[in-house]
């Protein structure tokens, strides 16, 4: 029915439908049947979509005569109109052609699209059957007019439905509706994008754990080689340890054999006592049980003094507990003078306040003391009896355990003094050299520090002697006595 129509004068004449590619179309509105939808349809025959094939789909809304006045503007190039428009206005005929004219029998008009059929009239279902029987007889009876419409029997409107669904609008719209292949095909460009991101994403996740997994490998091996570094190291600095409190034992031995001698020497003494008793006939039950209670007293003390030299030589890992330093004095000091025949006097001066705990292995801290008495006795010996004295002295300050061990022997000459804490470095003929610089490196594992210090002038000796100082961090006073935490930070001033 509709008719695309263009100015006869249009610079590049055009002719049939397919000359619209590229040009401005006026229609009426893109929902009009025959203002538009009956040439889009030729138009898609012809494989032109008008919403991307032409330069613009003008819509200028009814009356149709907008159309006419679009093209008289030169707002577009065609038109479309309703067939017969042109026949029944002869100033618009000698103005516009028909595009593609053709024409259908019995039908007076030029047309670009087949004829389809029109309106239909059909009756509502509460229309009375006798008014409806009326105006289709009233309708039927109307006469044909000029352009050759005229009122019939109801006409077949599969060709509205066939353009309708190869249009894909109006009942066939859902066709329209974007299945997945339409949508890759319409968007393929984001999609391809989209899948080389999901692509690079996966590659980029596999490569990352895969590095991941390479690296936690890698570090695991390097943790285990270190941790069996550590254990090794451990080892040497305890075999180390061991063989020091040996050496210490060792030089020691021989007053040790002389402690023992006089458990053993008052054993022998009461054991011949019982048995001169026994050969007199004077053997009383009282006399058996008095030598027998001391033959065992006797015995208990040897015990004793073996079973410390038997803990502080035996072969141990090291072992941290929350411990009061004075113990680890008293513990150290009855040590050393057991090991000793003419043990020196030992003075201690305890400034520390109630409940102070250093964080120690008790045996590593005694084993500095020790060595320290060793020290101060082996400098000290050879001087007047007076002089052979050593005074012990513990003190804090700033949360920090100082112990200092004070002789008043040959003191230390400026070359020793910048060697002391070397290993091997030893001014005794049958020293080792090992003491002191075993003792460092406990207190730094301790988080302290073990130096020379300058002794201070006594009233009776003036500034004579060495002095050294064992600084250790002492546990926080908050912390509960069972779980003083490992100290951090700074080693001890
Ligand atoms: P060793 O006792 O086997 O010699 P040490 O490492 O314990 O090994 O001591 C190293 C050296 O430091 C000693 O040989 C001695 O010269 C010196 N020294 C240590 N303590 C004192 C002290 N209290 N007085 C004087 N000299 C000391």
């Given amino acids: 029915m509709p008719a695309a129509a263009v100015p006869p004068s249009a610079p590049c004449p055009l002719r049939t439908l397919e000359d619209l590619r590229g040009r401005r179309l006026a229609i009426v509105g893109r929902g009009g049947f025959g203002g538009f939808q009956l040439v889009w349809g030729e138009l898609d025959a012809l494989g032109i979509e008008p919403e991307s094939d032409l330069a613009e789909l003008r819509e200028v809304g009814f009356p149709m005569q907008g159309v006419v006045d679009a093209l008289d503007a030169g707002l577009a190039d065609a038109g479309v109109i309703r067939s017969c428009l042109l026949e029944e206005r002869p100033e618009?005929?000698?103005?516009?052609?028909?595009?593609?004219?053709?024409?259908?029998?019995?039908?007076?008009?030029?047309?670009?699209?087949?004829?389809?059929?029109?309106?239909?009239?059909?009756?509502?279902?509460?229309?009375?059957?006798?008014?409806?029987r009326a105006v289709a007889i009233a309708l039927l009876g109307m006469r044909q007019e000029h352009d050759g419409l005229a009122w019939a029997v109801p006409a077949d409107y599969q060709p509205v439905h066939e353009l309708f669904r190869r249009l894909e609008i109006g009942p066939y719209a859902y066709l329209r509706a974007p299945t997945l292949m339409v949508l890759a095909e319409r968007y393929w460009p984001w999609v391809a994008g989209f899948a080389l991101l999901i692509v690079g994403w996966i590659f980029y996740t596999v490569r990352v754990e895969h590095l991941v997994q390479t690296r936690t490998a890698a570090l695991r091996e390097a943790l285990a080689a270190r941790e069996a570094m550590e254990a090794r190291m451990r080892g040497?600095?305890?075999?180390?340890?061991?063989?020091?409190?040996?050496?210490?034992?060792?030089?020691?031995?021989g007053t040790l054999a002389h402690e023992l001698n006089q458990p053993l020497a008052a054993v022998v003494n009461y054991?011949?006592?019982?048995?001169?008793?026994?050969?007199?006939?004077?053997?009383?039950?009282?006399?058996?049980?008095?030598?027998?209670?001391?033959?065992?007293?006797?015995?208990?003390r040897a015990a004793g003094i073996l079973g410390r030299i038997r803990a502080f030589a035996r072969k141990r890992t090291t072992s941290r507990e929350p411990v009061a330093p004075r113990e680890l004095v008293d513990e150290a000091v009855p040590l050393f003078r057991g090991m000793l025949a003419h043990a020196p006097e030992i003075g201690i001066d305890d400034t520390l306040p109630a409940g102070a705990l250093i964080d120690a292995d008790r045996l590593q801290i005694q084993q500095v003391l020790l060595n320290l008495l060793k020290n101060a006795w082996d400098a000290s010996r050879e001087q007047p009896f007076e002089r052979q004295r050593i005074d012990?002295?513990?003190?804090?300050?700033?949360?920090?355990?100082?112990?200092?061990?004070?002789?008043?022997?040959?003191?230390?000459?400026?070359?020793?003094?910048?060697?002391?804490?070397?290993?091997?470095?030893?001014?005794?003929?049958?020293?080792?050299?090992?003491g002191l610089s075993i003792c460092r490196s406990i207190a730094e594992a301790h988080g302290g520090r073990l130096a020379a210090g300058s002794p201070d002038a006594?009233?009776?000796?003036?500034?004579?002697?060495?002095?050294?100082?064992?600084?250790?961090?002492?546990?926080?006073?908050?912390?509960?006595?069972?779980q003083c935490p490992a100290q951090t930070g700074a080693p001890a001033a």
């Fill in 92 to 132: 618009w005929a000698a103005r516009f052609r028909v595009l593609s004219p053709r024409t259908e029998s019995g039908f007076p008009c030029a047309t670009s699209t087949p004829l389809y059929p029109d309106w239909p009239l059909a009756a509502l279902r509460t229309t009375p059957p006798e008014l409806s």
């Fill in 392 to 434: 012990i002295r513990l003190d804090e300050d700033g949360g920090n355990l100082h112990i200092a061990v004070r002789d008043y022997g040959s003191g230390l000459d400026p070359a020793a003094r910048e060697r002391l804490f070397e290993s091997f470095f030893t001014t005794k003929a049958d020293g080792l050299g090992l």
């Fill in 271 to 300: 054991a011949n006592s019982l048995v001169r008793r026994a050969d007199n006939q004077r053997l009383t039950e009282a006399a058996v049980r008095e030598a027998a209670a001391e033959i065992a007293g006797q015995a208990e």
């Fill in 236 to 253: 040497a600095q305890e075999q180390a340890e061991h063989m020091s409190r040996l050496s210490v034992l060792g030089e020691l031995s």
């Fill in 458 to 482: 006594s009233p009776r000796f003036g500034a004579v002697g060495a002095v050294f100082v064992l600084s250790l961090p002492l546990c926080p006073s908050a912390a509960p006595s069972t």
